[in-house]
């Protein structure tokens, strides 16, 4: 199934996406069975929103071989995590705000992980029950600021510094699909999720054994080499095998 969270009559919802149109579900994807609402609304005629509004974004940095290489930096013996407030949230479409007192501003194509329900101690064998699917994220970074704080919160705290969508899928495998990111429609990134050096299964289980991970919840697992910097106006895509493609613009 495909997840959205839009707007529509002025009301936020949840909807499972079936070719161009949209049935509305009652309450929120989590509670198994689906139950829908009986409404239904075209894909064009709706307002998208983020598809999930996550308590906590984690992130994993430095999680392609590549990544690490082109900064000059030793492959991780363990995950580098860090958090993105749930305030960095930016739907498909929506703009990404360049920070005045940022002077580079970077994409990093990621694919998301969204937790579907609590998780606490998973057992890697067992980390796939906890995950509802999987999700498109731009983890934006304001690189300039990266190395003037000991932390990453400010490089990539800033709000709409976390595009995620445009849809949830639970139809893919996540262990290989193809990822790959654009600039006014030349590639930048372009590798594929099975050369992540900590796997998914791995990361549920390590972040769960730390912190309680909620429905919702994003592990975003890291972005492949080629990053580079962004202008104002410039339109900014990231594809993933299977997930569609998350669009935004500079402003
Ligand atoms: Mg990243």
Redesign the pocket.
């Known amino acids: 199934m495909k997840y959205i969270r839009f707007e529509a009559d002025g009301r936020k919802l949840y909807g499972i996406l079936e070719g161009n149109s949209v049935r509305a579900i009652k309450g929120e994807p989590f509670q198994k069975p689906l139950s829908f609402t009986g409404e239904e609304y075209g894909y064009n005629d709706i307002k998208l929103l983020p598809p999930v509004p996550f308590s906590k974004a984690v ?1 994993i ?1 430095l999680n392609y071989r590549d990544h690490a290489e082109e900064f000059g930096l030793p492959i991780p013996e363990t995950p580098v995590v860090f958090l993105k407030p749930s305030t960095s949230a930016a739907a498909h479409s929506e703009n990404i705000i360049y920070p005045p007192i940022c002077h580079r501003l970077d994409y ?1 194509a ?1 694919l998301a992980v969204v937790i579907g329900k609590k998780a606490k101690n998973v057992k890697e064998e067992d980390a796939a029950d906890y995950i509802l699917g999987y999700t498109i994220a731009n ?1 934006v970074t304001a690189r300039d600021l990266q190395p003037k704080n000991g932390q990453w919160t400010i490089a990539k705290g800033f709000d709409t510094f976390m595009p995620l969508g445009p849809y949830i899928s639970d139809e893919v495998d996540p262990s290989s699909l193809m990822i790959a990111s654009r600039v006014n429609g030349e590639t930048k990134q372009m590798s594929n999720t099975s050369n992540l050096i900590f796997k998914i299964p791995f990361l549920v289980s390590y972040l769960s054994s730390v912190m309680t991970l909620l429905p919702g919840d994003i592990i ?1 697992t ?2 492949p080499g080629g990053i580079s910097g962004m202008n104002k106006g410039d339109i900014v895509e990231i594809e993933i095998e299977g997930l569609g493609v998350l669009r935004n613009t500079i402003a």
């Open positions: 992130c940095g990093e990621e983890d975003s890291g972005t």
